[in-house]
Antibody
């Protein structure tokens, strides 16, 4: 059974930092591109960042570029998000999610059916 | 690409048909448009990819149509478990990827 378990969320003051982790199991993590997606209270999901299987290709949303850093450790089946210079508008549930979906022998990058339960990040003084 | 979903809320009864719309600000390459369902306290669940293909184990009452800039999700006959929020997402070859703001399907 597939599991993605996020950790590291919490309450932080504006300008502070947090490091989110996502532990993967039940699938071959090293073969899957991964996303971080966040969802502010009462809002739709927002894609935050993408990392390729080897970590050589990385993208960020403009809203977090220069402040957040995505990384992965395939040996530890783990995904990370380092968040610096946090702002009130970064308050959200942060999900790690697979960014590869395969069906009928074809695979599609950018969507996924493996999601964690999310970890809440609250930026407030 | 900005995705605009309508209506914001649909109030329907079990057994009725639901039609949700997702309009893109520019053409979505190769119809790389997905639909997700989200229930309270849960992560989104992939329903439809490639505008019209159902994901694994998704019932055939969920029907995705459309191309270019106009897409729809139809639930042919609402079951009690279908009352939820639905989001569209574009996943064109290179990020940034975007989601719509959602349509809530509620029990009338």
């Amino acid at each position: 059974e597939v599991h993605l378990v996020e950790s590291g969320g919490g309450l932080v003051q504006p300008g502070g930092s947090l490091r989110l982790s996502c532990a993967a199991s039940g699938f071959t993590f090293r073969n899957f591109e991964m996303n971080w997606v966040r969802q502010a209270p009462g809002k739709g999901p927002e894609w935050v960042s993408y990392i390729s299987t080897t970590g050589t290709s990385i993208y960020y949303a403009d809203s977090v570029k220069g402040r957040f850093t995505i990384s992965r450790d395939n040996g530890r089946n783990s995904l990370y998000l380092q968040m610096n210079s946090l702002r009130a508008e970064d308050t959200a549930i942060y999900y790690c999610a697979s960014a590869r979906y395969c069906n009928g022998g074809q695979c599609y990058v950018g969507i996924g059916d493996y999601w964690g339960q999310g970890t809440l990040v609250t930026v407030s003084s | 690409i900005v995705l605009t979903q309508s209506p914001g809320t649909l109030s329907l009864s079990p057994g009725e048909r639901a039609t949700l719309s997702c309009r893109a600000s520019q053409s979505v390459t190769s119809d790389k448009l997905a639909w997700y369902q989200q229930k309270p306290g849960q992560a989104p669940r992939l329903l439809i990819y490639g505008a019209s293909s159902r994901a694994t184990d998704i019932p055939d009452r969920f029907i995705g149509t459309g191309s270019g800039t106009d897409f729809s999700l139809t639930i042919s006959r609402l079951e009690p478990e279908d009352f939820a929020v639905y989001y569209c997402q574009q996943y064109v070859p290179s990020p940034p990827w975007t989601f719509g703001q959602g349509t809530r399907v509620e029990i009338k």
